[in-house]
Every structure is written in C-alpha cells, then in structure tokens.
C-alpha cells in the first residue's frame, strides 16, 4: 500500500461529488485512513481496533466543524514579539470524562480518546454525531517527587453548546459525565506529539511563570487542539491557578 500524506488525509473527509462511481475509491481512502491510524497507535504501543474505522472516517468528515470550548482571556505576557504565554478563565460546563491507569501515559490518552471518539460519532442515547471541540483536556499529576506521572490520566471532552443542558449519555459505562467548575489557567503552546517524555519536560515551562505560588505544582493539563495522526499538532501545557 502506498503511503498516505498529510494532503490525501485532508481529501478523505470531502463529500463526494459524482452519482455513487466513487464509492470504491471512498472505501480505499478510508482503508488508507485507518491504516494511517493505526501505525499512528502502533507508536503509543496500542492496538487499533477495527471498529475504531467508522469513527475515524466520521470524524475526518467533519473535521472542520470544530467548536471551541468557550474562554475568556485575561492577560497576555509576550517575549521577543511572541506571546510567551497567556492567562484565561474558562467557564463551568459539561464534560465527558475517561481515566485511565496504563503503563504509559501515551497508552491512557490514546484509549481515553478512542472511547470519546464512539461516544461523540454515536453511541450515545440521540444515537447521532455530537460535534467535535477543541481542546480535548488530558489532566496530569505528578508523582511527590516532581520527577514522574501518576499512572491514572483523566481525558475530558467538552460537550457542545446545543448538549450542554442535556447531555446525550454515554452508552459506554466508562464515560462519566461531569459538571466542572470553572477554571483559571495559565497556557504555553508547543507543537508535536505528546509523549511521557515530552510531557516531563514541562519543567522548563516554569522559567516563563518565576516564582510563584499562585498555581498548583503537582497538578497540570495538556490541552489537544488536533486528533492524534497529525505528527506536529498544536498543543498547549496549562498551568492551574490556585482558587481565589
């Protein structure tokens, strides 16, 4: 099979045009696409399984609705003509929850979103295609020592504006729906993947902030704006500010 590049994927989600003749093609370009999936989990050491196919295509059919979850900014702290790092509010509101507990913290988020990725495409109680926001939330703690990650990673997807009031239940026991309070953050972007190895090194992100004692230090989020088969996705480390 040839490879497929970061062009063909965008193609994938577009609606076909014709009277039903590209229908073969259709199915090649969603083989392709979770092929590409699934080397993307062979990385993170998880196994795709098939009937991931169908959520995957949903969602690269409708991977340019995308809702962002609602914020208010509050500051922003610039350096050498780019924003170093910034401070926002985001409102309570209604978010689908997983956690995980796997060896690797790659493994949690990488399950975590395969089950919200059934959830938003349809096994839910409308039995329909929610809509996808940004971020996904991977909330992180680490160990006393400062030097590693508790193994349990709980992932958040907020719901949209139309199922804030009335959340479709999840047809997976697993998927908790939660009203979380609302919550100040101080945010960096980085690009990449996110990896345990990668996320350790959020350490050097606390030279930006100094001393400080307004944010909590054993507890962080790695916010997601892009699904995981996009090798330099935009990411951003959020630093918790401390309730007031």
Known sequence: MARITLEDLERLGEEPDGDGSDNEDDAEGEGQLFAHWEAVASTHRVS??????????????????????????????????????????YPAGKWACVTMGEPMYEQSISLSFMKLMRYICKENSVGCHLGMTVPVLNEIHLTKEGTELEREVLT???????????????????????????????????????????????????????????????TYIVASYENPSIPQRRNEIWFICQPE
């Open 48 to 89: 795709l399984p098939r009937d991931m196919a169908g959520p995957i295509a949903q969602m690269a059919r409708h991977r340019h609705a995308r809702e962002p979850v609602p914020y208010v900014s509050l500051s922003q702290h610039g350096k050498c003509e780019e924003a170093a790092y910034e401070e926002r509010r």
């Open 156 to 218: 958040a997807y907020y719901l949209p504006g139309a199922f804030q009031q009335n959340p479709p239940v999840p047809t997976d026991p697993e998927i908790h729906i939660t009203e979380r309070a609302s919550l100040r953050v101080i945010t960096r972007v980085f690009y990449g993947i996110t990896t345990e190895e990668t996320i350790l090194r959020v350490n050097l992100f606390w030279e930006l902030l100094g001393p400080t004692e307004a944010v909590l230090r054993g």
